[in-house]
T-cell receptor
Framework: AQSVTQLDSQVPVFEEAPVELRCNYS??????LFWYVQYPNQGLQLLLK??????LVKGINGFEAEFNKSQTSFHLRKPSVHISDTAEYFC???????????FGTGTSLTVIP | GAVVSQHPSWVICKSGTSVKIECRSL??????MFWYRQFPKQSLMLMAT?????????EQGVEKDKFLINHASLTLSTLTVTSAHPEDSSFYIC????????????FGDGTRLSIL
């Protein structure tokens, strides 16, 4: 079985400060990993993904994440956040890109002016 | 690029009403689509897998007769919430595999269902 854990349900951070949103996963087979952002009353927007290759992946809006197989982690980072980054962030995995996604419980990022 | 269109985006209706939500793949064919449900401040949970030309596969605990899924064509899947009650109020999102390496799945923008 597969699962995704996002330990931090809420992360407040001051504007222009760095942020890291943590994601750990569990799977007995190889996985593909994703980060999505969801603004209030909207759908999911893909931030970045790890399918293969370089373990450091860069996404939109200045976000990046590093796949660490030994620690089964895929933490999301941004060196300097903006007010507009305030949103809900979901880590997700799938074992096959045509299969269902398994989502973490989400992390609410609040950027404080 | 591949896009999934979900309609309607917001529905408010009375208890006992049946509500149909459409999920369309634009510019690509989707033999499979996934339906998720998201409760407020919670994550997305898979409800069912919609299969073109055959019966949907439901996750444990999801009532088949309550949430009717029809995948009649390669570009359209529908979710009908039958005799909806306030506890069915939620955010419903569909997704479809695109077959594209840069975005393997695309999610619809979701439907917020509010039952009064």
């Amino acid at each position: 079985a597969q699962s995704v854990t996002q330990l931090d349900s809420q992360v407040p951070v001051f504007e222009e400060a760095p942020v890291e949103l943590r994601c750990n996963y569990s799977s007995s087979v190889s996985v593909y990993l994703f980060w999505y952002v969801q603004y209030p009353n909207q759908g999911l927007q893909l931030l970045l993904k790890y399918l293969s290759g370089s373990t450091l992946v860069k996404g939109i809006n200045g976000f990046e994440a590093e796949f660490n197989k030994s620690q089964t982690s895929f933490h999301l980072r941004k060196p300097s956040v903006h007010i507009s980054d305030t949103a809900e962030y979901f880590c997700a995995l799938t074992i096959n890109t045509g299969n269902q996604f398994y989502f973490g419980t989400g992390t609410s990022l609040t950027v404080i002016p | 690029g591949a896009v999934v269109s979900q309609h309607p985006s917001w529905v408010i209706c009375k208890s006992g009403t049946s509500v149909k939500i459409e999920c369309r793949s634009l510019d690509f064919q989707a033999t499979t689509m996934f339906w998720y449900r998201q409760f407020p401040k919670q994550s997305l949970m898979l409800m069912a897998t919609s299969n073109e030309g055959s019966k949907a596969t439901y996750e444990q605990g999801v009532e088949k007769d309550k949430f009717l899924i029809n995948h009649a064509s390669l570009t359209l899947s529908t979710l009908t919430v039958t005799s909806a009650h306030p506890e069915d109020s939620s955010f419903y999102i569909c997704s479809a595999p695109t077959g594209l390496s840069n975005q393997p799945q695309h999610f619809g923008d979701g439907t917020r269902l509010s039952i009064l």
